[in-house]
């Protein structure tokens, strides 16, 4: 599984960090962090956070 | 799985109606925006035999509606990107491939009749299971007048009509100070307008935020240059002018009823299903009074078990997404002669875009009877990051930030998570 961030669409809502904790955060200065190629058993979680965010920013290969 | 956008006409014939079985079974979903889709993809991915039709009534490709009252409209007035372009990137990336749907837009569900779905085309849609996804549309004042510069604010095509009257220096009034009133009135001041909300509450967005956020958001409004009329009613439209309960005659070039929503329920009348505010579920989204119905996003009228055990209908963004999902369970659940899982409790979230400023909500803020500032200060809203929390009878319900920064918000958001868990387990 590869996850792919539009940066240029992503305004920091944060609905991925909150459906899928375990792939995306925030660093100290408040960037997001994801990981690009997390475990398939996060799949669900992926998907979720992909649905949840509001600029469609997410893509999970 | 690739995402991509749900852009096909209706191109899946592949036996549709030719076989029946626990596994396949036939699905009409009522509704092609973000709840109707979402359902579509979740019941694809629970069951892949599912010979599932989507109907939408408008014409456009499924898209996403948020920006519409935002940075949508602002490129719609402005002329640039071309419409095309503005509602190609508001489509939905969708998980469905062609012919995963029979996918029929541009035509309204009229009627359910035997068990069929009656389309405006004169089509019938024969199903086991009926999704209810229809979704709202903008509540209008009832008095006549001044209808050539009246506008509401919805769809697609509701932008492009009201952008096209946002010109800077006209004057606009925006009836009804909720957050699609105030997102308007904060976009069209950027965009140059002259702008009065008439808000008939003490304070606008009240009911959501409580009295001390809704206060500090009004200031918001007035501070960025937003004529901000409370406790006051349209009376009637006179001469082009929007006259208020109190006798002042309101010169407006455009404007914009805000007023709230009216469920698209209609077509379930004569069903047994209870349509007395959208349609009233059950924890498995299945319609009260029907086995076979569900429904689905803004019109799904359900007690959240993290809060309490009252019905209500929730006008949030996540909603679509949550209740589709569930309701795939059900029907995958008793597809297969098993019992869904008890109990939903998603986390509710919301959020506006004001005059630059985030506001971002987790939790239900409007069932709280106290609201206490833990980061920033009120007065400084629109300036620095302030973090609000919200509680009932002492127990924490919401969380709101005004500007604050994500990674703070994300640490009481799980906060927020295990006390509203804790509540529900009490």
């Keep these: 599984m590869k996850i792919k961030v539009d940066l240029d669409a992503c305004l920091q809502h944060g609905q991925c960090v909150i459906a899928a904790p375990e792939i995306f955060s925030f660093d100290d200065d408040g960037n997001l ?29 | ?39 579509a993809e979740a019941l694809r991915a629970a069951l892949p035999n599912a010979r599932i039709v989507l109907v939408g009534e408008e014409r456009h490709a499924p898209y996403n509606r948020p920006p519409l009252s935002k940075d949508a409209i602002e490129g719609l007035a402005s002329g640039h990107p071309s419409q095309e372009q503005i509602l190609e990137k508001l489509l939905l990336r969708s998980k469905l491939s062609p012919g995963d749907v029979d996918l029929r837009l541009g035509r309204a569900v009229v009627s359910v ?73 904060s976009t069209a001041c950027k965009l140059g307008l002259h702008v009065t909300i008439v808000e008939p509450e003490p304070q606008p967005m009240l009911h ?30 006179s001469n082009g002018n929007v006259v208020l309960d109190d006798g002042e005659a309101l010169e407006a070039d455009v404007i914009v009823e805000a007023l709230g929503t009216v469920p698209n329920t209609e077509w379930l009348t004569g069903t047994g299903v209870d349509l007395s505010d959208g349609v009233l579920v059950d ?31 929730v006008e949030h963004w996540c909603v679509p997404g949550q209740t589709a999902r569930r309701a795939a369970e059900t029907i995958s659940a008793l597809s297969e002669g098993r019992s869904p899982s008890g109990g939903f409790a998603p986390m509710p979230s919301f959020w506006s ?11 239900a803020p409007a069932l709280a009877d106290t609201q206490t500032v833990i980061e920033g200060d ?40 295990k006390a509203t868990i804790q509540t529900m387990s009490a």
């Design chain 2, 378 to 417: 009120l007065s400084q809203v629109g300036e620095a990051p302030i973090i609000v929390e919200y509680a009932r009878r002492g127990e924490l319900v919401a969380v709101v930030g005004l500007g604050a920064r994500p990674n703070s918000l994300a640490r009481h958001h799980a906060r927020l998570d």
């Design chain 2, 113 to 185: 009749e035997s068990g069929q779905l009656r389309l405006a085309d004169g089509a019938r849609v024969s199903a086991d299971w009926i999704i209810a996804a229809t979704g709202l549309r903008p509540r209008h004042l009832p008095q006549k007048g001044a209808e050539e510069r009246r506008y509401v604010l919805r769809g697609f095509d509701d932008a492009c009509r009201l952008a096209g009257r946002l010109r800077a220096g006209s004057r606009m009034a925006v009836i009804g100070g909720g957050f699609i009133g105030c997102e308007i009135a």
């Design chain 2, 208 to 237: 959501a935020l409580g009295t001390r956020v809704a206060a500090a958001m009004g200031n918001l409004h007035r501070r960025r240059g937003v004529r901000l009329l409370t406790g006051r009613r349209v009376h009637s439209f």
């Design chain 2, 283 to 313: 924890d498995r989204m299945i319609a009260a009074g029907s086995s076979n119905m569900l429904a689905v996003g803004d019109i799904a009228r359900f007690a959240n078990l993290r809060f309490d055990a009252t019905c209500r209908r």
């Design chain 2, 353 to 363: 875009e004001q005059h630059g400023m985030r506001l971002q909500s987790f939790g």
């Design chain 1, 33 to 61: 962090q994801w990981k690009a190629a997390p475990d398939e058993a996060l799949r669900d979680d992926a998907e979720a956070a992909a649905d949840a965010c509001p600029e469609q920013a997410i893509i999970v290969e």
């Design chain 2, 1 to 39: 799985m690739t995402q991509r956008q749900l852009r096909m006409p209706a191109l899946s014939k592949r036996s549709l109606w030719s076989e029946t079985g626990m596994t396949s079974p036939r699905i009409a979903i009522a509704g092609a925006s973000l709840a109707g889709v979402r359902t």
